[in-house]
């Protein structure tokens, strides 16, 4: 009786051992897994939204923008925390401007960046990606992107406002790229067609699964074929009291039986106030007369920066 009792005292704590131990490899596998998946969330956001205009191929320098590589470069400098490096991108990314550079010269050669509008959990996501992946090894587009391809391409599926922000982004970059191309060869008044969307062609194969259309629309439309129906006016009006408010606009969607339709903010940065800011100090006389011969009822003047110019309106057929 004795005997027994003193092995029972004996194997408690290889069992407390042995469970915690289990415990301890599970938890270290979710956080591993948690992690992969997080850094194939990261790569996907920038392979939507960022490598359009920032080659991943450290090789090609850009017309339109730096590579990913030589931004990471400057933004990771030696000894620099993960976290600094992560509060200097969502400085950026936030706002976009002179004061949160980091690369001033850059500016200088491709104009400033426009402003996206991610929540704060896609920037820590994409720094994230960023800061732990070797894209600025000059061996990582050729071997290393093909497999981030095939892995993003596995991870879970996306939720409709996911998909429709993509596909809007998508665009968004596209048409960032031609306008910031253009304003940088012709000038703004060359530049002037440049800041439509007609001319983009949807070719990704999401868009085509969703038979997804994009428009942009807006409650001071510029192209009378931009002015925005009472459903988007009322997006509109909700996104910008969250502006007003001071906190993060969120992008909305609306269900119907067979459709989705999500809305994303559009804001203004400091890039936009040449063809949409104040007459004469920041529109010039010659390209102001250009947007009136264009478009004779144009409302897409006087905006200021962080201001809502209007929104993306994506419909997409329910899966
Ligand atoms: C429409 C084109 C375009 C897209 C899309 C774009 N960028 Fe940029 N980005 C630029 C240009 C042009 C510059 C160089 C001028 C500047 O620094 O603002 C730049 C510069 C930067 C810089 C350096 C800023 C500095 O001056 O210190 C960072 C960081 C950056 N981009 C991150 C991103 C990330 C992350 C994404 C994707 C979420 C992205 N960019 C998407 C055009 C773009
Ligand atoms: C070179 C001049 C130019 C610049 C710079 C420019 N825009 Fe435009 N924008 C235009 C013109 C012209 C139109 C009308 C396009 C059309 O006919 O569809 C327009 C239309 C738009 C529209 C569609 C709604 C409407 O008013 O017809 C939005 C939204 C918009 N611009 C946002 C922006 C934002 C945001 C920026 C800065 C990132 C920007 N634009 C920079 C010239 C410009």
Redesign the pocket.
């Known amino acids: 009786m004795k005997s027994k009792f003193l092995y029972f005292i004996a194997v408690i704590p290889f069992l407390f051992l042995a469970c915690n131990s289990s415990k301890k490899n599970k938890a270290d596998s979710a956080s591993l897994a948690e992690s992969k998946k997080e850094l194939s969330e990261g790569f996907h ?2 392979k939507n ?2 490598f ?3 080659s991943p191929n450290a090789g090609i320098q850009n017309k ?3 590579s ?1 590589a030589s ?1 990471k470069k ?2 990771a400098e030696e000894g620099i925390s993960y976290k600094e490096f992560a509060y ?2 969502s400085a ?2 936030n706002n ?1 401007s002179e004061q ?5 010269e ?2 200088k ?6 402003k ?1 509008s ?1 929540t704060d959990e896609q920037i820590s996501k ?1 720094s994230n990606y ?1 800061y732990h992946s070797d894209i600025e090894n000059p061996d990582w587009f050729t071997k290393q992107y093909p497999k981030e391809m095939n892995n993003h391409i596995k991870s879970n599926a996306l939720s409709p406002l996911e998909q429709g922000q993509q596909i809007a982004m998508n665009t ?2 596209v ?3 031609n ?2 191309g253009a304003i940088k060869q012709k000038g703004t008044l060359g530049a002037l067609s440049f800041c439509s969307i007609k001319a983009i062609p949807i070719t990704d194969s999401m868009s085509i699964a969703l038979n997804a259309t994009v428009k942009r629309v807006s409650d001071k439309n510029r192209n009378s074929n931009n002015a925005a129906n009472s459903d988007e006016l009322k997006v509109i009006a909700t996104m910008q009291r969250a502006i007003a408010n001071g906190s993060k606009v969120k992008p909305q969607l609306i269900s119907s039986d067979n459709k989705h339709v999500g809305y994303y903010p559009i804001v203004t940065n400091q890039m936009c106030m040449q063809c949409h800011g104040t007459i004469n100090s920041d529109i010039k006389p010659e390209v102001l007369s250009k947007i009136k011969s264009l478009y004779p009822n144009d409302k897409a003047i006087a905006y200021k920066e962080n201001e809502l110019r209007g929104i993306w309106v994506i419909e997409m057929d329910k899966e």
């Open positions: 956001l920038m939204n960022c359009s205009c920032h339109v923008a730096p990913m931004i400057h933004y200097n991108i950026f990314l976009p949160n550079s980091k690369m001033p850059a500016i050669a491709y104009n400033l960046m426009p996206m991610f994409i960023l968004k970059g048409l960032g790229k306008l910031l």
